[in-house]
């Protein structure tokens, strides 16, 4: 298994409501990747679905896959907010993540790449659940 030092916290910057992971899918496609990019996809609805696996280096920050899990929630979160649903999904989506990545850091897309990702109201949320589970 790769080694883990960043969980990456992404929003689509789309609707939310008119983005599902077949989209995100077909964007990636059409960017010359062989699927999706990130690990993980929360749409609206809350459920965390598996996208590239784990095992393989994602493509979702630029110089610095190798060693990073992508996490992707539908929404545009300049504009809106995420749902309860994600949110709760998230959560639970991070502490199985914590519990086999312990040393990986929480980062929004933002803290660690030139971008507004994963939007202002996301970006509050991960940093109140950085304070939370990093160590």
Same mark, same amino acid.
């Given at each position: 298994? *790769? /080694? $883990? %030092? %960043? $969980?990456? $916290? =992404? =929003? #689509?910057?789309?609707? @939310? =409501?008119? #983005?599902?992971?077949? /989209?995100?899918?077909?964007? =990636? /496609?059409? *960017? @010359?990747f062989k699927t999706i990019g990130y690990h993980y996809f929360i749409p609206v609805t809350g459920e965390a679905l598996v996208g590239r696996p784990i095992q393989q280096v994602g493509a979702h920050v630029a110089g610095k896959n190798s060693d990073s899990i992508g996490i992707c929630l539908a929404g545009n979160f300049e504009i809106e907010q995420p749902t309860p649903a994600q949110l709760g999904s998230l959560e639970r989506l991070l502490i199985k993540l914590f519990e086999d990545f312990p040393e990986a850091k929480l980062v929004g897309h933002c803290d660690i790449g030139i971008t507004l990702c994963p939007g202002k109201s996301l970006r509050k949320i991960v940093w109140q659940l950085k304070e939370k589970y990093d160590k």
């Open positions: 298994m *790769r /080694k $883990i %030092n %960043n $969980i990456v $916290i =992404h =929003h #689509t910057a789309s609707p @939310g =409501h008119t #983005t599902d992971m077949a /989209k995100v899918t077909e964007w =990636h /496609k059409e *960017r @010359g």
